[in-house]
């Protein structure tokens, strides 16, 4: 075989694999957002979908909290309560879905009534709610269980508002609808031109990194005009460059440990206790270069946050565990009837600060004689629901309707669906009942307090920081102020520079 | 005759691979049911998990499964992801043209680049092209192509900016093709010049020098044809390790292709896609391996 031919061969191959892709190529000028998350499908009710898509400004909830940390009505006008589990909302009236036709009750209550019946995070507040539309714009809603303020109900994530379509799909009210969606890797989005302002955003190419530090070289070498959740260790280099802006802003999310409380070594809470007081909560924020040492479930703006920083204490970390039972060996490690105290620690890469702070991690845990495998996995919902972890490095976002009762009941009351600490107290759970009935926002935060010193004493979780994130910029974006963590990554008011256009 | 055998071989290995595969597949320890429910806050009620397991074909005993199975792919069903719960066939068709792309113009490249630098080698042995070849293997194979990949995206890119690793276009590719080729073309070179090295060892290629030929014109003229054919056959092995670079690429640098696909699949335990994935890999091997042995076909004509 002549290599004169081989070459011709391969280069007219190469020419037509070009140009069959710069086919697909878009002919506007669309703004490229990556993350290192995506919306696992269109499907708004499976999994954590909802969340995603409102994030992706696709979707919209009927309350969400406002830049300011409010709680305040987005498809929604107001919510009035007509019994002790009766309740009547009444929706803005000229809101449009994307394919054109108006918001209706009727319709709104057929995509909550789907995601009732499939999935289980929307039971966590007020159990499976039923629906009844009295017109167009008055949706009866009905709880299992008492709720005191239902619009902080309506600003859960699970519960973005939908449209069911005779297709299978489902439509939304967003500023974006979605044009094309390739799973794991894009998503396509065109401005709905239902929603106002439609004059002023362009389509959106939001590309999935499978790593943070990729997603930093694409931002530098130009490709995007967003990167969101930077990770810390790149920001000073990133600001020194001319054509980049880089922000910072605090979260509503708390990076913590949870600490499965089913399997057998930590069983015992005092070794939970243990860990709790070894985490060097300074040291970690600085290994992330930003965020506060954690005072406890939720970020410090939040009016039921705890006052102190959580503390740290390796001498009554170390008593705690001789009186388990757990002595040093001649290694300097921790065993019982021969038995090592080795732990295993996971996180997962889609926040890249979780995985720097896993070997400061196992670092801290040695100093009190606790050896620590760590492991960082692709699929951390799973691995944490099939509880093959001892300690999961987790990033959540603890009050993202503004209250905090979503977060407690969700992902620690005994049984809940996402209750990875597999932590069960009916003391707690009583904790968790008073927030039922109890709707004024005073008393809400001494049953959080309550709540927060219980967790404390219990540690199935273990609150690390409370982080600040960064996004970068191209010149386009560089007006673009994050804020709401990134459950509202891309809005209405997205802030493209004009001059750009 | 010799094509018929191949296909009917080619036909059996398919067979094997695909009842070896789906059989391991349906042994693996998680149950998609058990995760599909986990990851997507479905009810775990009986109802629900039943439903799962007669809609997804898990209710039935496995040789059954398999020839259903079997009798779909043939005829162009290949199944529904149990993940995103679309189509495997479609979503192999939109993602098989980046991963072909990849892997085909990866090696084509190599064997294009292998054979001059593999020629100036074993011309001018311990000269520059002779250390650089043997530099170069060394080093792809030292080297994680993750970490060269950054590095390279890192100059290539945000230094120099002279390719767009993660523009919409045709250009994405180029950076990722140069990865996947460069471990190939370290190897292909290598094995190409020690098949014209032991040419030049051979009485036929002194009597060409005898002649008058310059070593060069000798070794081109007496030794490319026979180091070709090594390189060809050196090539049905490397096209087992360019399905491995591509994977790599296509995480690295967001490309949609099948195995950024199979990545998430494998932690779903996503058996349709799975399945899917091993068949086309197969085929790949196949195709290279036929093309491979057509092409030397060619060359040596007591093959045939």
Known sequence: MPPKFMSQLVSAW??????????????????????????????????????????????????????????????????????????????????????????????????????????????????????????????????????????????????????????????????????????DASITLEPNARFPGVDKRSPVNFHKFGDAQTMTLALESGELDLAFGLPSEVVSRLKASPDLTIKSFPVGYQYLAFLNTARPLLGDVKVRRALDLAFDRRELAAAINGGEPASGAYAAYFPFAGK????????????LLDEAGWKKGASGMREKDGKPLRLLAITYPQRPDLVTMLPVVKAELARIGVATDTQVVENIQQVASAGDFDIAL??????????????????????????????????????????????DPVKRVTIALDAQAKLFADAPASFLVSPVWYVGMSKRLRNYEPWGSDYHVLRADIGEAKQAR | ?????????????????????????????????????????????????????????????????????????????????????????????????????????????????????????????????????????VFVQAVPGFWLGLVLHWVLGVQLRWIRPFANDWTAIVLPVLLVALHSVAVLARVYRRDLTETAAQPHFRTALAKGLSERQALWRHGHRGAIYALLAAVRSEAGWVIGSTATMEILFGLPGISQFLVQSIAARDQMVLQAYVMVIAVWMLIVNGGAYLAMRLLDPRLA
């Open chain 1, 14 to 183: 190469l020419a037509a694999a070009s140009l069959a892709a710069a086919g697909t190529a878009v002919a506007a000028e669309p703004l490229r957002v990556g993350a290192t998350y995506i919306t696992s499908g269109t499907d708004p009710a499976k999994g954590s979908n909802g969340w995603a898509l409102v994030s992706h400004g696709v979707g919209e909830n009927l309350f969400t909290v406002d830049k300011d940390g409010r709680l305040v009505p987005e498809l929604a006008e107001k919510a009035e309560r007509t019994g002790d589990l009766t309740w009547t909302i009444t929706l803005k009236p000229g809101r449009m879905f994307s394919d054109g036709t108006p918001v209706a009750a009727k319709a709104l209550a057929a995509g909550f009534e789907n995601t009732f019946v499939n999935n289980k995070a929307a039971l966590a507040t007020g159990g499976k709610l039923t629906f009844k539309a009295i017109d167009d714009l008055i949706l009866k809603v009905k709880t299992e269980k008492p709720v005191p303020y239902i619009q902080a109900l309506f600003a859960e994530w699970p519960l973005i508002a939908y449209k069911p379509a005779s297709d299978g799909n489902a439509v939304f009210t967003g500023p974006y609808r979605i044009e094309a969606f390739k799973t």
């Open chain 1, 308 to 319: 102190e920083a959580r503390p740290t204490d390796l001498a009554k970390a170390a008593a």
């Open chain 2, 1 to 137: 005759m010799n094509l018929v055998r191949f296909g009917i071989r080619s036909l059996t290995g398919l067979f094997a691979v695909s009842l070896a595969s789906f059989a391991i597949i349906t042994m693996m320890p998680a149950d998609p049911v058990s995760i599909a429910i986990r990851v997507w806050n479905l009810p775990a009620t009986d109802e629900t998990v039943a439903a799962l397991r007669v809609q997804w074909g898990l209710d039935q005993p496995l040789l059954p499964r398999y020839f259903r199975w079997l009798a779909n792919f043939v005829t162009g069903d290949w199944g529904r992801s149990f993940r995103t719960g679309e189509s495997v066939i479609a979503e192999f068709v939109e993602r098989l043209p980046v991963s072909l792309s990849l892997g085909m113009a990866g090696l084509a490249l190599a064997i294009v680049l292998a054979i001059p630098l593999g020629f100036f080698a074993a011309a001018y042995p311990r000269g520059l092209a002779d250390r650089f070849s043997r530099a170069l293997s």
């Open chain 1, 394 to 439: 987790w990033a959540q976002h603890t009050a993202p309707s503004g209250d905090p009762a979503f977060f407690l009941n969700s992902m620690l009351r005994s049984g809940a669906s996402l209750n990875y600490a597999k932590y069960a107290s009916p003391e707690f759970d009583a904790i968790l009942d008073r927030f039922a009935t109890e709707g």
